[in-house]
């Protein structure tokens, strides 16, 4: 299996445009989580979503950030418009639905927003 | 409240030495998972180790185990024979509700730094 699938693996980009991030979790996994990862906040969940269906998006910092699942193999994670306050390295995880199953994570997207 | 707490923000350790990572959780759940995963400075998540409240006995992957003390609330890392390679950084997680059907967020510690010397 080739794993959590993120692209792109980094992005550079002006502040104000807008980023999407992908992300083809595991096939059969049926959990897929948003996170990011900073050096001040550490890792957060910004959403997980079981089964396609967003479960719990209370993590998503602000309207400027969406996410969305539709099909069991893709989601993408938009940032519109972007802020430097939003670099990061933005992991995508994967699970099956059990809650004592681990997760998979991707390699992450470095984001910078200069 | 901190339901994760990684209260050591860097270690070092001898080469083949043993070194144990500290976590302790908060939760009044009865059924709970706690996970550690490690993240060398590639930057990938790698899992460890699994441990649910209802296992009867400690969990263990190879060099790695987990010190599990219910009462004490606490779910210490061990790792053995030390390897260059172990330098990374280390983060304990919890999901409660292990038994749920359905899957719920991790909760994450801060993580602990863990530097291998030759």
């Known amino acids: 299996d080739a794993g959590v699938i993120q692209s792109p693996r980094h992005e550079v980009t002006e502040m104000g445009q807008e980023v999407t991030l992908r992300c083809k979790p595991i096939s059969g996994h049926n959990s897929l989580f948003w996170y990011r990862q900073t050096m001040m906040r550490g890792l957060e969940l910004l959403i997980y979503f079981n089964n396609n269906v967003p479960i719990d998006d209370s993590g998503m910092p602000e309207d400027r950030f969406s996410a969305k699942m539709p099909n069991a193999s893709f989601s993408t994670l938009k940032i519109q418009p972007s802020e430097p306050r939003d670099s990061a390295v933005y992991f995508c995880?994967?699970?099956?639905?059990?809650?004592?199953?681990?997760?998979?994570f991707g390699q992450g997207t470095r984001l910078t927003v200069v | 409240a901190q339901k994760i707490t990684q209260t050591q923000p860097g270690m070092f350790v001898q080469e083949k030495e043993a070194v144990t990572l500290d976590c302790t959780y908060d939760t009044s759940d009865p059924s709970y998972g706690l996970f550690w995963y490690k993240q060398p400075s590639s930057g990938e998540m790698i899992f460890l180790i699994y441990q649910g409240s209802y296992d009867q006995q400690n969990a263990t992957e190879g060099r790695y185990s987990l010190n599990f003390q219910k009462a004490r609330k606490s779910a210490n890392l061990v790792i053995s024979a030390s390897q260059l390679g172990d330098s990374a950084m280390y983060f304990c997680a919890m999901r409660e509700g292990a038994n749920a059907g359905n899957n719920r967020k991790l909760i994450w510690g801060l993580g602990t730094s863990l530097a291998v010397n030759p």
């Open positions: 995880a994967s699970s099956l639905r059990f809650a004592n199953t681990e997760a998979f």
